[in-house]
Every structure is written in structure tokens, then in C-alpha cells.
């Protein structure tokens, strides 16, 4: 018998320490209420003589003891039995939800029981969705039960229908590591894509490590969500933390569940219910006073926000924004705002809370504006509004395209506001390569950060990255790093003056924002400034740099020559990048290689973007010309900033006596993801996987425009930079319309996109899709000559250009 509607003092004790963790507003996402008579029960249970029958009232006296706080708002259910009368059962959940207008209730569903039944009950607007459950399965024993066999098609198609929210209580020994089950679960929610899959319990994760291995089965699902209730340890959580991120995680009760004291814990290859009748508490040779599966359920959840380092507002989501989002509730007098993120926002006065009001309607939620409001305050205090002319929102969909994001991993992208798409874009402007927040990159990095990321002493760390290296480039013999693009590039130009004693530097391809490079743009007089690379203004380069920085095409051996001509004997070094969209022509870096050797120029060659993404460890080892130095950054750390020059002895000299130092290229997490990352594109041959990858897409792209009629031209370069462009007069308009377009179908994507890792086969699918119809929809519009007419924003900004 269960007799805990009261405390004890090791209740007190233990919710006292979980006080500061409770926030205020809580929706109890998984409650059941009853009658006793209505379970048909032929004999006596767990809560018998204490909670014959709970009612609202009850479940609110119960957990408002434990959180602290009037508890207003739930998800309720009625308790299955195998004898349940389901009817009755409904019929009472509905009666009851009339004393809570702002609660929302679940149906007991079964294989059998008559459909127009259900449709009586679905027909109140406080019925959101249905529970099934494996006691109602004809399959013996029902816990072997399949998905299948307890929730029939028909429950799907309603679900997706109507937007209704499916409570699944997974069943069979491995549960959410179970193969059957996950794959109904994938095959499901791909089918029925509206429909609301909450998997109760943490997928059944009472055995941790079924959760644990499991739960990457359903990476790339958007429609499926998790409960905390009855959970009991902190693994589970934390396995879906690192997988989906808090918005997925729903704070329940699991009432009355949550009144046994005891706990559930992982044994061997299942799992234990420790509570009065299976455990002896005054025969295990040390004091233990059991608590309330609630608190102890609590206990794991704050571990797991803990280690994963939730913060308050995370916390907030999971008791009470996530459920309230699922059952697309909005909350009355909401005032469209950015506070999440903002730590100044009162000062701002433009954002109201969403937590202040208690009361709630049942409508679609009112369209946030989140990440909007957060740009638009961002450009009055911080200058182009972002940190990188690439990042900006005009670039692409000015108005439209999201400039901040919450969460991301894989190739999957949360903005401020929630929504979700699928990165067909650079993937962080190419430093993704292995896809966001890539599990093996951030375990070391965790790894490296929990011992310490920074010291007086040197990360050792930056010693095994070098002999790495070395030792995938067996040409090179020194290394040293930063931790940008633009910083290496011009540690690299300085090392190549300091060693050669000359100031010139030749340009062929993009380097970055210093002085150095873009002095090439200041043209040998006033008249020529910004001409050479549009886009990339001088302004604040001192014309004294004027001539030394000259620039030179891609595969243009004449302007080469002209340049060596003219500076030969001045040059330093020539710094280009070996390929960018294509092989360069035959002979033409043996060439440049040649030549600078000749006359004691140093070559170096950027591989900042094109590195490890066209082929493992750059593309000159591909090509077969070894240069004097290489420079690395962006994929090196898959999204972690570190950047490495690497060079022969005699190039490198010039660091030993050149003042290159700063404080931060000495911490440790850098050199640790790079570690993790070059091992990993190794392992994987994840060059050969994206250029498979990209190679798709470009498919893609000919077969829809060709079957639509679009003039699109799809070059053949490589696919690991997969890109096209509209061919006609308007072609910056189309590639905003493109971009618009997609927004609306849940993508990030342009007329370019750099594959990742995490790229799968299902998602291009998807992709391929949307171009369908997108390019359906531009064909359309150029018919009819709409083209301006139907952009719901302004042009595009154009980017810079490069010599490549």
C-alpha cells in the first residue's frame, strides 16, 4: 500500500535541496487519474486503501507538496489496465479536465475498442491526443508486445489528421535499443509527420543504457519528444540531451507513480522497482530512508541539467515552454520578444516576459519574432550588425533569414524562435565539416574543458597536433597555430617575410580581412581602389601599403608572369589557393611551383577552405605539388577555432626571430577538437562521403530544373563545394526567391552548399523534395514574369569576389 500523501522528513531534506532547481511555472506533462472502479482490478494493488480513485484534487495536493507550488496545469490520462473499462475510463478524464480549463487530457486508446467512441470524445477541445498502452495487446505476453500491436493504424492517420499528440509507453526487454521499435518509430513519424510522438519515460529508459544506445536511431526525427516521468536516473536524460537538446524534454510526474517511495535503478540487463514490497529496508545493513519516486525522479533530471549545463531558461523550457509549445497553447497578452539570450533586455524595454501571465487559451501560437527582434537590436549596437559579412541575413534573405541559432547539430538548426531547418548552406561557413556539435569532437573537447582548458603552463595537446601534422604531410617539418582563418594566413605572410627578407606578396584566391592582404585593393592609385576585389574595401588600410600586395588570376599564367616580371626579385611570397571549384589546368601549379623556386619565392598554399573537405589532410597532396608552407583552419576543428601554418625548415625560419605571439593560441581546446576531428575524417573517409554526398545534390539540381524548365547551370566542379546559378537577368532575385522559399519548407539553403558528414541519405532526400517544388514555383513566376512581384523582402546583397 502506498500512504504518501504526506512527507517525511527525508522528503523535506531532499526537495529542500531541489527548491533553487523547481522553477515557478510547471505543466505536469504525464498524470494519470482514476476510479478504481473503472480499472476492474481483481485483486489489491500498490495504491490501494490510499488512492482508490485520484482525482484531480488529489494529484493536486500530491505533487504541489513536492514542487513547493499550486500545480495548475497537466496532461492527464487515465491508468490502463488490462481490465479497464475504456470508456468509463475516458468519460471520467473528461469530467475531470472541466475543473482545470487550462489542462489538457489523453485518451485511452485500444486495438479494439469502437472508433466512434473515440471520435465522441475527440470532438472536446481539451482532448489532445490519445494513450495507447501494451496491456490492450493481443500478443502474449503483451510486454513482447510490437508498436503495432497496440497501436493501430487508424490512431497514426488521426493523429497526423488532427495534430494530435501520441503518448507511447515503449515495451520489449531492449526498448528504445530494440530494433522493431525503432523502426516503426522512424517509419511512423516520417509517414505521419504531424502527428506528436511523446515516448513516455524516457523511451522507456527505466534500464539507462537501452535509452542510451538507442536514442541516436532517432536522430533527424522533428516530430518526437520525451518524458521525464518516473525516471530515476540521470544517464537516460542526458543521453537525449546530447542527442535533441532541451526543447525535446517535457517535465512529468507520472502520477501517482511518483507517490512510492523508492526508486527504479538499471540492474544487469533490466531493471528494478526498490519500494516496499520488492526490497526490505530494515535488512540492508545500512540506514536508508527512501524517498518519493517523484523527488528521486527530480534528483535525475537536475543531474543531468547539471552536467550537461542546463541554465535557468533551459530549466524553464523543460517544466513548462516545451509542453506548452507541444500543445500549442499561447499564452494571453504575449508580447513578441528576444529576451532569451538578452541578459540586458529590461534596459532594452522590448521584450515582456511569456511567464508573467498565468493565463493561457487554446489556439495556434501567436508567431514569435525572437530572432528577428535580437538582429534588429544587434544593429544598433554592434557595427554590420554580426561578426561576419557572410553571416549577415542580407547576404541571403534580408528580413527572412534567421541570424542566430539556439541549437545545432548534424546539419539540423534551431533559430531563437524555434523553428527548425535543415542546414543546406555552408555549414558554418565551412568549418563544419564533420557536421555541428559532431559527438566524438565534443566528448574530447568536454573531455579537455572539465580537466581545464587553460594554464600558465602549455596545452600538450598542441605537440601531438603538430607530429599529426607532420606526419599526414611528410613534406612539411615545422607547425605553428592559431586559431583563425585570417590570423594564420597572415602569420604565414610574416614568417614568409621574415625568412625571405622581402616585402611583396602575390594574391591569387581569398586570404582574409588584414592589411596585408587587402592592400592589394588599394590599386596602384586612388582611381583603381576597391577594383581589383570588389566587395573588400580598403578603407583603413594605410595607402603606404600601396604595391605590396599584387594579384594575379587563377590559371592565368600570363598574369603570373607579368607579376614576376615586375616584382621578382621583391617577392616574398606568393599565397594562393590551389583550387577552389575545380582541378587548375594542367601544368599550372608545376608552374608556380617551378618559378617561385626558382627566384627564392616561398609558395604557400591556403587550404583553409578547400582542405580536408576536397581530400584528407589538403588538396596539393592530391594535386602532387608539395609548396613551402600550407595553412589550415575552419574544418581542422569542426567549429572549434584553431588554424595551423605548416612549412619546411628553411621556409619556417623566420618564426624564430618574427614576434608572432598571442595569449589565446595557447589554450587547449583548439588543438584537442582538431585531434578528434583529423582522426575522425580519417576513419571515415569523409572526403570520399561528402563528395558522394554533394555529388547528389548536383544531380538534383539538373534533373528538377531540366524537368521544370528553370535555366539553371549546374557547373562540374567539385562536388564537395556544390553549388549553381540562375541564368537570367534577374538571377539575384531568384537566388533570394530560392532562399525564401526554402525558408518556408524548413531549409537553410542557397545557390551553394558545403556537404558534411552529417548529411545523411534521408535528409537529401528530403531536400530534393523541396527542390522540386521549389524550382516548380520559380518556373512558375518567371512565366509570368512575377519574379519581383512575389519576393517578400528586398534583394540580396551581393558578396566579394575572388581571384578563383
Known amino acids: 500500500m502506498v500512504d504518501n500523501l504526506w512527507f517525511t522528513k527525508h522528503d523535506e531534506e531532499a526537495i529542500r535541496d531541489l527548491r533553487d532547481f523547481i522553477p515557478i511555472k510547471i505543466f505536469d506533462v504525464h498524470a494519470h487519474i482514476y476510479r478504481q472502479k473503472d480499472l476492474n482490478l481483481s485483486s489489491p494493488w500498490i495504491f490501494s486503501d490510499c488512492y482508490d480513485d485520484a482525482d484531480i484534487a488529489v494529484w493536486q495536493k500530491s505533487i504541489s507538496k513536492i514542487l513547493g507550488t499550486e500545480l495548475r496545469k497537466a496532461l492527464f490520462m487515465p491508468f490502463p489496465t488490462a481490465q479497464c473499462d475504456i470508456d468509463a475510463a ?33 470532438e472536446n477541445p481539451q482532448v489532445v491526443g490519445f494513450k495507447p498502452y501494451h496491456v490492450f495487446s493481443k500478443h502474449n505476453p503483451t510486454f513482447d508486445s510490437s508498436i503495432d500491436d497496440y497501436v493501430p493504424e487508424w490512431v497514426w492517420e488521426t493523429a497526423n489528421r488532427k495534430r494530435l499528440i501520441i503518448m507511447l509507453h515503449l515495451v520489449r526487454d531492449k526498448a528504445l535499443a530494440d530494433l522493431d521499435n525503432q523502426r516503426i518509430i522512424r517509419e511512423k513519424c516520417i509517414k505521419y509527420p504531424r502527428v506528436k510522438l511523446v515516448l513516455a519515460h524516457a523511451g522507456r529508459g527505466f534500464h539507462a543504457p537501452n535509452t542510451v ?19 530515476c536516473e540521470a544517464a537516460p536524460i542526458k543521453a537525449i540531451l546530447n542527442e535533441f537538446g532541451p526543447t525535446r524534454i517535457l517535465w512529468g510526474s507520472d502520477f501517482p507513480i511518483s507517490q512510492i517511495r523508492g526508486r527504479c535503478v538499471t540492474i544487469g540487463d ?12 530494515d535488512n540492508l545493513g545500512t540506514l536508508c530512508n527512501p524517498i518519493l519516486v517523484g523527488i528521486e525522479s527530480m534528483r535525475a533530471l537536475k543531474e543531468a541539467a547539471d552536467d550537461f549545463g542546463l541554465n535557468s531558461f533551459d530549466i524553464e523550457d523543460i517544466f513548462y515552454n516545451n509542453t506548452v509549445m507541444l500543445l500549442e497553447i499561447s499564452e494571453k497578452n504575449n508580447k513578441k520578444g528576444s529576451e532569451r539570450g538578452m541578459k540586458n533586455a529590461e534596459s532594452i524595454g522590448k521584450t515582456e516576459d511569456i511567464r508573467s501571465t498565468d493565463s493561457i487559451k487554446s489556439t495556434e501560437s501567436t508567431e514569435s519574432t525572437k530572432t528577428q ?54 555549414n558554418g561557413i565551412g568549418s563544419c565539416l564533420l557536421g555541428y556539435r559532431d559527438p566524438d569532437v565534443t566528448k574530447a573537447v568536454i573531455r579537455r574543458i572539465n580537466l581545464g582548458s587553460m594554464s600558465t603552463l602549455n596545452p600538450p595537446e598542441e605537440v601531438y597536433l603538430a607530429d599529426r601534422l607532420l606526419e599526414i604531410h611528410p613534406w612539411a617539418e615545422q607547425v605553428r597555430f592559431a586559431r583563425t582563418g585570417g590570423e594564420i594566413a597572415a602569420i604565414a605572410v610574416r614568417i614568409a617575410r621574415a625568412t625571405t627578407d622581402r616585402s611583396v606578396i602575390a594574391i591569387s584566391g581569398y586570404h582574409g580581412w588584414h592589411d596585408w592582404y587587402l592592400a592589394a585593393n588599394l590599386g596602384e592609385n586612388d582611381a583603381l581602389r576597391g577594383h581589383l576585389l570588389p566587395g573588400l574595401e580598403p578603407f583603413g588600410v594605410p595607402v603606404e601599403l600601396r604595391n605590396t600586395a599584387v594579384t594575379f588570376r587563377h590559371n592565368n599564367e600570363d598574369e603570373f608572369q607579368k607579376v614576376l616580371d615586375n616584382y621578382g626579385d621583391k617577392l616574398a611570397a606568393v599565397i594562393m589557393e590551389p583550387c577552389r571549384y575545380h582541378d587548375p589546368e594542367d601544368g599550372y601549379l608545376e608552374f608556380i611551383r617551378k618559378e617561385t623556386a626558382k627566384r627564392g619565392i616561398l609558395l604557400i598554399f591556403d587550404e583553409i577552405t578547400i582542405g580536408w573537405r576536397h581530400n584528407f589532410g589538403g588538396a596539393h597532396l592530391k594535386l602532387g605539388v608539395n609548396p613551402d608552407i600550407a595553412i589550415f583552419a575552419k574544418a581542422l576543428g569542426n567549429g572549434h577555432p584553431i588554424a595551423a601554418v605548416i612549412g619546411t625548415k628553411e621556409a619556417m625560419q623566420g618564426a624564430n626571430y618574427s614576434f608572432i605571439s598571442s595569449t589565446y593560441w595557447t589554450e587547449s581546446v583548439g588543438p584537442t577538437a582538431a585531434l578528434a576531428t583529423i582522426d575522425k575524417l580519417e576513419k571515415h573517409d569523409v572526403a570520399g562521403y561528402v563528395g558522394r554526398i554533394g555529388s547528389k545534390i548536383m544531380s538534383l539540381w539538373r534533373m528538377y530544373s531540366n524537368k521544370h524548365g528553370l535555366p539553371v547551370i549546374v557547373e562540374d566542379g567539385y562536388p564537395c563545394l556544390a553549388h549553381f546559378k540562375f541564368n537570367h537577368p534577374l538571377s539575384q532575385h531568384l537566388n533570394t526567391l530560392y532562399v525564401q522559399l526554402m525558408l518556408e519548407r524548413g531549409f537553410l539553403a542557397g545557390v551553394s552548399i558545403y556537404p558534411t558528414f552529417a548529411h545523411t541519405e534521408e535528409i537529401v532526400k528530403s531536400y530534393g523534395e523541396a527542390i522540386d517544388e521549389v524550382f516548380s514555383i520559380i518556373a512558375e513566376y518567371i512565366k509570368e514574369g512575377n519574379i519581383e512581384k512575389m519576393l517578400k523582402g528586398p534583394v540580396a546583397h551581393t558578396g566579394f569576389s575572388r581571384l578563383i
Open 90 to 122: 475516458n468519460t471520467y478524464l473528461i469530467e475531470q479536465l472541466v475543473k482545470l480549463p487550462n489542462s489538457r487530457g489523453l485518451i485511452l486508446v485500444s486495438p479494439d475498442f469502437p472508433q466512434e467512441l473515440y471520435r465522441k470524445h475527440l
Open 373 to 426: 527582434d535580437l538582429y534588429n537590436h544587434a544593429k544598433k549596437i554592434i557595427p554590420g550588425g554580426v561578426q561576419l559579412l557572410s553571416k549577415r541575413p542580407e547576404m541571403l534573405a534580408p528580413d527572412l533569414w534567421p541570424a542566430y541559432f539556439k541549437e545545432a547539430r548534424g546539419c539540423e538548426v534551431w533559430d531563437l524562435d524555434d523553428r527548425h531547418y535543415y542546414d543546406m548552406s555552408t
Open 213 to 231: 544506445k538507442g536514442i541516436s536511431s532517432l536522430r533527424g526525427l522533428n516530430n518526437i519528444w520525451f518524458d521525464t516521468s518516473g525516471i
Open 270 to 281: 533490466s531493471f528494478i522497482w526498490n519500494q516496499e514490497d520488492t526490497i526490505n529496508w
